[in-house]
């Protein structure tokens, strides 16, 4: 078998043999003819002379010449192809197969179902082997695994005829890892390789470089699908909101083609609740906000789904588990209850709590309201912890009952909290007397403006928790309402001013007493003393300031449960209270499967399909709702062209301790010269210099 050469057009450099000996016959030395008196003891002697050191000279050229040629031979790379599969005849083979399980092979494209032709693909490839070749199986999914070591191709191919495609997104990286063990353990008289059966997706062949194959092994790429194939997706659902953005569902459009009315629609526990068409751009990104009615408390399950054919359905719809909580329960009490509600005092307090209190068709809300004259507030405040408010409303009063000063104070440190307002029909002495100990500010007595352009605030505490609403650029300015009447305080001992007025005088202040909180505010609940209740900045405020005091602050009114990726594992925080617990979790078809948490209280999950899971305890009691997504990365069908990520593959030499495999390579398929040449011509390098400076006679 003859030699070939790796870098075959660096022998080229041969020809620069010619140079030096074209440089020794132009330079070749003359004889000189001298006079001399005798020469009859010089002649033969001479002649040796001569003789010697033309031989030397002819010998120390072409050691030059060859050490020359070696070195052009080295960098040439020449090798010794050995036997390969079709070039051995009978020669056993090993293949090892890496296929490819990911989202992307569930879709349909030009050719058809990607996942059939893949198997059909797998088996025509396995039918090519001979009775004594042997394949193995690595399956990529999120995770790389072995499925079948070595074994005959038809024990491989029920492997694969019993597979599907998978949710998660390929890991061709750690398909390769694998299949480099494999080699490891084939047999050495065998010739292995690697074929790879994938779609091909940018998104699963990242970092290959990390993942080198021995230098030599046959590594063959059999493609499955288009280059490109158009897709929708919804990149994301969204049903919290923030401040800054509303509820929303996210819609990614990987195709080349404009979509002028894509319909979308959005179901919740089961029924259509909005249905929306939105124009999408080709390669284009959209978000689409979605408004929800009030909900009802307790868990419920959105679903955003796509009405429109591409070429992947998995990623055309997206899940997601919501939470209402339980409302922040609140006690006003109403110094003048009257018919008409808007002449009340805590009118607009409850306006801005929730709108439909007091009316026929109430709604679900995250405040549950409850009114009580002073009178009653010593009975609504007696009962157990469990069903008292978390927070009550006093306006301005006239006075309290022994009764109801008597219930306060021990109210307040197990936990309850109190929102004061001032008012004309506060008496100083008589506050002091009912909020000893629990006001964060002592009345002196109230002022009226000067003029008619009142009282406006001035320095607020935006960074503690009373007025984080306000924190953000644009979310309010609370230098506009006009305050008309004010009560002249003293802040007391512990207490906090949390804002001003512009003269100084104390607007808002709060106490901690025990485990409760209390916020004195200085100005009527109603507009009798100034405008704020009409303003935009009163209802975040309001709220904000009753859920911080019933210790629930920042708590959305809508919260999503944990979002899973479909085919990962995850682990969820259950918290020590279920330490070594055995849970039961069912799966979106109400298969369930029994996990066990760990002495912290977390418990490792892999939600198989996209769809809502329920996690209970062992006396069925729901502990986790929870949602899981097929991968965003999946909706993005563009392919490599086989020849480029072939190029992408990393190789390695053979790590063998095998001096004749260190000097010529640990190819299977060929044997390298380079090293031995390299050694060779670096010997005789030495050689040559220790002839080239030697004395002669």
Not at 117 to 124: C, F, T
Not at 172 to 186: D, H, Q, V
Not at 394 to 423: M, Y
Not at 530 to 551: C, E, F, I, M, S
Request: hydrophobic residues 45%.
């Amino acid at each position: 078998m003859p030699f070939l050469f790796t870098n075959a057009a660096l022998l080229a450099a041969l020809a620069g043999l010619g140079i030096p000996v074209l440089l020794h016959l132009l330079l070749k030395r003359k004889s000189q003819r001298l006079r001399f008196s005798t020469v009859r003891f010089f002649a033969k002697q001479d002649e040796q002379a001569s003789s010697k050191r033309k031989l030397r000279n002819l010998l120390l050229l072409l050691l030059r010449l060859l050490i020359f040629a070696l070195i052009v031979l080295a960098f040439a790379r020449p090798y010794l192809p050995l036997a390969t599969p079709n070039a051995a005849g009978g020669q056993r083979r090993q293949v090892v197969l890496v296929l490819d399980r990911s989202l992307s092979l569930q879709a349909t494209d030009t050719g058809g179902a990607r996942w059939p032709r893949l198997q059909a693909a797998a088996g025509k490839l396995l039918g090519t082997l001979k009775a004594d070749d042997q394949a193995a199986l690595v399956v990529c999914s999120e995770h790389a695994t072995i499925a079948s070591g070595f074994a005959s191709a038809q024990v491989v191919a029920k492997v694969i005829t019993d597979l599907g495609p998978g949710t998660g997104t390929a890991d061709l990286a750690g398909g390769f890892r694998e299949a480099a063990k494999l080699i490891a353990t084939a047999d050495p008289k065998a010739v292995p390789s690697v074929v790879v059966l994938s779609d091909l997706q940018r998104a699963s062949s990242q970092n290959l470089a990390t993942a080198p194959l021995p230098e030599g092994i046959d590594v063959q790429l059999l493609p499955i699908g288009d280059l490109a194939a158009p897709n929708l997706a919804v990149a994301d659902l969204n049903l919290e909101g923030t401040d800054e953005a509303l509820p929303h569902a996210v819609i990614g459009h990987h195709g080349d083609e404009e979509m002028p009315a894509l319909e979308t629609e959005l179901l919740l526990d089961g029924k259509s609740l909005l249905v929306k068409t939105v124009p999408l751009k080709a390669g284009a990104t959209t978000n689409l906000d979605l408004r929800l009615p009030a909900l009802k408390l307790g868990w419920h399950q959105a679903e955003f789904r796509l009405r429109a054919k591409d070429s992947l359905a998995a990623d055309d719809r997206r899940f997601q588990a919501v939470f209402v909580p339980q409302p922040v329960r609140v006690l006003l009490v109403e110094n003048r209850p009257r018919a008409r509600s808007f002449e009340e005092q805590t009118f607009f307090i409850a306006a801005a709590l929730d709108p439909t209190f007091g009316t026929t068709n109430p709604a679900p809300a995250r405040f549950a309201l409850s009114k009580a004259a002073p009178g009653d507030l010593a009975a609504r405040l007696g009962v157990p912890p469990t069903n008292r408010p978390a927070v009550v409303v006093i306006p301005a009063q006239a006075s309290l009952s022994a009764a109801a000063r008597a219930v306060l104070a021990p109210f307040v440190r197990d936990g309850g909290s109190l929102l004061l307002f001032g008012g004309a029909e506060h008496s100083p002495s008589d506050f002091n007397a009912s909020f000893a100990g629990l006001a964060p500010v002592v009345l002196k007595g109230d002022e009226k403006a000067e003029d008619e352009f009142g009282w406006h605030l001035g320095e607020v505490d935006k960074a503690g928790p009373l007025f984080a609403p306000f924190r953000p650029a644009n979310s309010g300015n609370l230098n506009l309402p006009t305050f008309t009447r004010r009560h002249t305080v003293a802040s007391v001992a512990q207490s906090s001013v949390n804002a001003r007025f512009e003269d100084g005088t104390p607007f808002v202040a709060s106490l901690s007493a025990g485990r409760g909180r209390v916020v004195f505010v200085n100005t009527a609940a109603d507009t009798a003393w100034g405008d704020w209740p009409k303003h935009r900045t009163y209802l975040p405020w309001l709220q904000n300031a009753v859920q911080w005091l019933a210790g629930r602050e920042g708590e959305p009114s809508l919260r999503a449960g944990a979002n899973l990726v479909a085919g990962a594992e995850e682990e969820l925080e259950l918290g020590v209270g279920f330490a070594n617990a055995r849970l039961t979790l069912t799966s979106p078809t109400g298969k369930p499967a029994v996990l066990t948490a760990n002495a912290q209280g977390r418990v490792a999950v892999t939600p198989s399909e996209p769809g809502f899971y329920l996690l209970t305890d062992a006396q069925g009691q729901e502990v986790r709702r929870f949602s899981a997504n097929v991968p965003t990365a999946e909706a993005d069908l563009a392919a490599w062209r086989p020849g480029d990520l072939q190029a992408q593959v990393a190789r390695t030499g053979n790590e063998q301790t095998n001096l004749t495999a260190g000097l010529f390579g640990g190819g299977r398929q060929h044997r390298e010269f380079w090293r031995v040449l390299l050694m060779v011509a670096l010997a005789l390098l030495f050689v040559e210099t220790l002839f080239a400076n030697r004395s002669y006679a």
